[in-house]
């Protein structure tokens, strides 16, 4: 995966101006801690929120609402893996919301963009285009992440045979 760390707050300034606040809270720097679709969940909001800063901001929409509550869609500290899958789908939008509530001042869009996120599993339909946006690149991010992961779990898999083989037939 090329590197997505803090490389799109440092590369873009606009961006990392939008969102420094956030980045720098250190709550919000725990994410980095917690697992999330095989990578940290600090990058996995990190890269929905730059998509949506790119995307939202070409259409001409609330780019710099949009791009906060992207970053904060998933501002929960629990594993996923803690819950059973069905209960962490549909309830941690709501916790991310109580979170990023307690630590920013939230606008009614930004609330959407979290409290939807999870539309249509959760049911709860997005009242504004920013919030279908967060919503689709989230699903995006989400399959392009876990699929990353999969295949270098594969490629380990087949390094782990191929090493064997050849000590075992040396
Ligand atoms: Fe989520
Ligand atoms: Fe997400």
Same mark, same amino acid.
């Given at each position: 995966?090329?590197?997505?760390?803090?490389?799109? !707050?440092? +590369?873009?300034?606009? @961006?990392? $101006?939008?969102? #420094? =606040?956030?980045?720098?809270?250190?709550?919000?720097?725990?994410?980095?801690?917690?697992?999330?679709?095989?990578?940290?969940?600090?990058?996995?909001?990190?890269?929905?929120?730059?998509?949506?800063?790119?995307?939202?901001?070409?259409?001409?929409?609330?780019?710099?609402?949009?791009?906060?509550? !992207?970053? +904060?869609?998933?501002? @929960?500290? $629990?594993?996923? #893996? =803690?819950?059973?899958?069905?209960?962490?789908?549909?309830?941690?939008?709501?916790?991310?919301?109580?979170?990023?509530?307690?630590?920013?001042?939230?606008?009614?869009?930004?609330?959407?963009?979290?409290?939807?996120?999870?539309?249509?599993?959760?049911?709860?339909?997005?009242?504004?285009?920013?919030?279908?946006?967060?919503?689709?690149?989230?699903?995006?991010?989400?399959?392009?992440?876990?699929?990353?992961?999969?295949?270098?779990?594969?490629?380990?898999?087949?390094?782990?045979?191929?090493?064997?083989?050849?000590?075992?037939?040396?």
């Amino acid at each position: 995966m090329k590197k997505i760390k803090d490389n799109y !707050a440092i +590369l873009d300034k606009d @961006f990392y $101006y939008i969102v #420094e =606040d956030i980045l720098e809270n250190e709550n919000f720097q725990k994410l980095k801690e917690i697992k999330h679709h095989g990578i940290t969940r600090y990058n996995h909001l990190l890269r929905v929120a730059y998509h949506t800063y790119k995307i939202s901001k070409k259409l001409d929409l609330k780019f710099v609402e949009a791009t906060r509550g !992207a970053l +904060l869609h998933d501002f @929960f500290f $629990y594993e996923t #893996e =803690d819950d059973s899958a069905y209960n962490a789908l549909k309830n941690h939008s709501f916790y991310a919301l109580e979170n990023a509530r307690k630590y920013f001042e939230l606008t009614e869009l930004e609330k959407d963009i979290i409290k939807t996120h999870m539309f249509p599993v959760t049911q709860i339909r997005p009242h504004y285009k920013e919030s279908y946006i967060v919503d689709i690149i989230d699903d995006i991010s989400s399959c392009y992440e876990r699929i990353y992961c999969f295949r270098k779990y594969l490629l380990n898999t087949f390094l782990f045979i191929l090493t064997f083989f050849s000590i075992k037939f040396r």
